[in-house]
């Protein structure tokens, strides 16, 4: 098994998922090729600014509340600080909740990268403990700490015999070129909260550990739940030290990405015993149904689950199937995580829309309990037609490309970078951005309206994409959109 | 000397990736790590005519670390001709490249033939902030780039005022330098900003005057357009 909880620094996606960012071909194929071991990195000759596990992994931690970010960096990774703190304070007060973490850097400078900054960091960390008394420090690493070798580990060691012994201090190993998968981030952040603040089950509570990003259907959630007497515990957003060192006494664990959930869920099955629900995700209807049915067969609720789905069956699925007939035929083109890309194409396909083209940023060949993850083997069973994938780390030049070739009549991201520069070349684009957008029936129902919203009117794509210089040459739109891959190499 | 970097108001020197950005026509290459970009990037937002996730970069990992990334970075600039419409490339370097050797100002020199400029400037991120980082690239402009000019466009003033892209204000307060120098007669000439960019640029050498407004940013640049006597611009200083 990839988890190891015995060593500090989390093992990448590449080294334990056999993760990959740069491939072309087909749904068959690359499902084919994951399970047999074969599928091959592809390295580029061109690539565009990504991002790194380091933000991935500290941006996932310092939604935590009342905590201290020890970022150990130049000044320039610590440029997130502003947005860290913005995102918080909105986040928090959304809620009626505050939120004191804080975001703080070591600035690195010539002279610490020559001779090491062991020293200035441990003063530092002392100083942000001494400032704002934080419930928990996290230290991150990065690039430069990481290639001049600090020592990291052995500061902490250090400076717990100086800071009182409540106060979990944890080193989050992050440097930005160790993995090319952002998402290796998710698991730095949750190997430091399996390992540091997560403690042993004492009794077991009626919780179900909810892994999301913003938290944004916590009040629906809430409700549903409290039909299978349940309670929902969502986290890193808001969440408390003190919530998460109970993570092991939960009933269940679930997430809304399995891309997001895969390190936290499977660590605690592993460790704690903690089922974690491995279904597809909520997300369309068959999505939120098979869900619901996972979560009611891990805490013995079946009944209460089926009475539910009923219910809201009659509710939502005739107006589901009345918006269903506008949407019939539409060809979509996607660009998404892996946690979202497959998913979203099959409530595409549940909506009677055609996948063109799934782009997804990286690509696991399995996930922590060593299978493929459950959106490809449902459409690996389910899928009526093969379609292309491509696999890329946010390559715009490439999602540019096969839009020019395909012509969709919309385009779907989650990130709102590449969305705008779909719309600017004249397609119409919806950015799935909150994680809860297509969430159960309502999401669905709601989703649908606003991709029909989306392509009802397209002048403004129109006229927009008439005006705008683009920033690729047309020589770029007469190649094929794979003309960067390499070989398969290693 | 431990510094703790509390509430930043500051980032680092590959932040002149922001300087380049703000010529309309010019595009950063960054040989740098993924994230660089994306984390420096915020607040100028993913759009514009080039943004952060449109530059090209050699996004450093495990393998280039070890191994070098000159190789890498070579044919990532060749790429970038010819799939990224721009009219002058800008290999800007970071604290991995820098770090582990790569001598970038080597390969691009080898792009000295090329069908487009392709300059280079040194900006890890551990040697400065993205002050210093803004003045090093326009250095690397005014030495790489910008060519004496026959020419001289009588009363046109190249007006220098502070870092595109840092404070909000920035924008707003360039173009009242602007409107100010208009009211006196004079000609201004600023390269950032929309429908300034390379055609601003290439008016520089014709200048007769260099307004800074700055307290120390961009001195040594506009000394280095004074001193240069092939250029011959005369330097009029506000130390605001």
Redesign the interface.
């Known amino acids: 098994m990839g988890i190891n909880l015995e060593i500090s620094a989390v093992g990448t996606r590449e080294d334990r998922l056999g993760s990959i960012t740069g491939y072309n071909g087909d749904l068959h194929d690359i499902i084919e090729k994951s399970k047999c071991g074969t599928l091959k990195n592809k390295e580029r000759c061109f690539s565009q600014s990504s991002t790194c596990n380091a933000g991935c992994a500290l941006g996932q931690l310092a939604g935590i509340r009342d905590i201290a970010i020890i970022n150990h960096a130049p000044s320039g990774c610590t440029a997130m600080a502003s947005g860290v703190t913005v995102n918080n304070d909105q986040l928090a007060t959304k809620r009626g909740i505050a939120n004191a973490t804080v975001f703080v850097g070591t600035d690195m400078d010539e002279n610490d990268t020559v001779f090491g900054a062991t020293g200035s960091l441990k003063e530092i960390i002392l100083e942000t403990y001494n400032r704002y008394k934080p419930k928990a420090i996290f230290v991150g690493t990065s690039c430069v700490s990481g290639i001049i070798g600090e020592d990291v580990d052995s500061v902490i060691e250090d400076i717990k015999k100086e800071i009182p012994s409540e106060i979990p201090i944890v080193a989050v190993h992050c440097e930005g070129f160790r993995s090319r998968i952002w998402a290796t981030g998710f698991d730095a952040s949750d190997h430091a909260v399996l390992n540091s603040i997560v403690k042993p089950p004492e009794k077991k509570n009626n919780k179900i550990n909810f892994k999301n990003f913003y938290e944004s259907a916590r009040e629906e959630i809430t409700e549903i739940f409290a039909n299978f007497e349940v309670e929902p515990l969502f986290f890193y957003q808001n969440s408390t030290v003190e919530e998460l060192s109970h993570l092991s006494e939960s009933l269940a664990t679930v997430s809304i990405c399995g891309v997001l959930g895969t390190y936290l869920g499977n660590g605690l099955e592993e460790k704690y015993g903690v089922p974690f629900v491995k279904t597809i995700n909520p997300l369309g209807v068959a999505g939120f149904e098979t869900w619901l049915r996972g979560i009611g067969s891990v805490i013995s609720k079946q009944a209460e689950v089926e009475a539910y789905i009923e219910r809201e069956r009659a509710k939502y699925l005739p107006k589901i199937e009345e918006v269903k007939k506008e949407l019939k035929g539409l060809r979509a083109v996607l660009g998404m995580g892996p946690g979202y890309t497959y998913e979203v194409s099959r409530v595409l396909q549940e909506l009677g829309m055609e996948v063109v083209w799934a782009a997804s940023w990286h690509h696991d060949k399995k996930h922590d309990n060593d299978q493929l993850p459950a959106p490809l083997k449902y459409l690996e069973e389910n899928s009526p037609y093969n379609f292309k994938v491509s696999v890329a780390d946010q390559q715009n030049y490439e999602i540019l490309n096969i839009l020019n070739h395909y012509k969709p009549d919309i385009y779907f991201s989650r990130h709102p970078g590449t969305t705008v520069w779909a719309i600017k070349q004249g397609s119409a684009a919806l950015c799935v951005n909150d994680e809860y957008m297509i969430f159960g029936y309502k999401g669905t129902l709601d989703f649908a309206y606003t991709v029909l919203d989306t392509i009802r009117n397209r002048s403004f794509e129109k006229n927009l994409a008439a005006r705008v210089k683009l920033p690729y040459t047309e020589w770029w739109y007469k190649q094929e959109n794979a003309t960067f891959l390499k070989g398969e190499a290693k | ?8 108001r ?6 002149a990736m922001q300087t380049i950005q703000s010529i309309e026509g010019a ?1 950063p290459i ?1 040989h ?12 100028a937002g ?2 514009g ?14 393998k ?2 070890v191994f070098g990334g000159e190789k ?1 970075l070579e ?2 600039i060749e ?2 001709l ?5 009219e002058l490339y800008v290999v800007l370097t ?3 490249s820098e ?2 050797g790569d001598d970038a100002q080597e390969i691009v020199r080898s792009f000295k033939d090329a069908n487009k400029p392709v300059i280079y400037a040194s900006t890890p ?3 400065g ?2 002050y210093v980082g803004n003045d090093w690239v326009i250095e690397a402009i005014i030495e790489q780039y910008l060519k004496p000019s026959e020419k001289k466009t009588k009363g046109l003033v190249n007006i220098w005022a502070g870092l595109p892209l840092h404070d909000p204000f920035w924008l707003g307060n360039l173009r009242e330098l602007e409107k100010l120098v208009e009211e006196l007669g004079l000609t201004p000439n600023t390269i950032f900003g929309h429908d300034r960019g390379i055609k601003n640029l290439n008016k520089i050498p014709e200048a007769e005057f260099n307004l800074l407004v700055s307290p120390w940013l961009g001195l040594e640049n506009v000394k280095l357009l004074e001193k240069n006597l092939e250029y011959h611009i005369f330097n009029i200083l506000l130390f605001l």
Do not use: W
């Open positions: 000397m431990a510094k703790i970097l509390d509430q930043p500051y980032k680092c020197a590959l932040s595009i960054l740098s790590g993924p994230g660089c970009g994306a984390k420096l990037g915020g607040g993913n759009s005519h080039f943004s952060h996730n449109i530059f090209p970069c050699t996004n450093i990992s495990e280039e670390v890498r044919e990532t790429n970038s010819k799939v990224l419409d721009a970071s604290c991995t770090v582990i991120g551990f040697k902030n993205n």
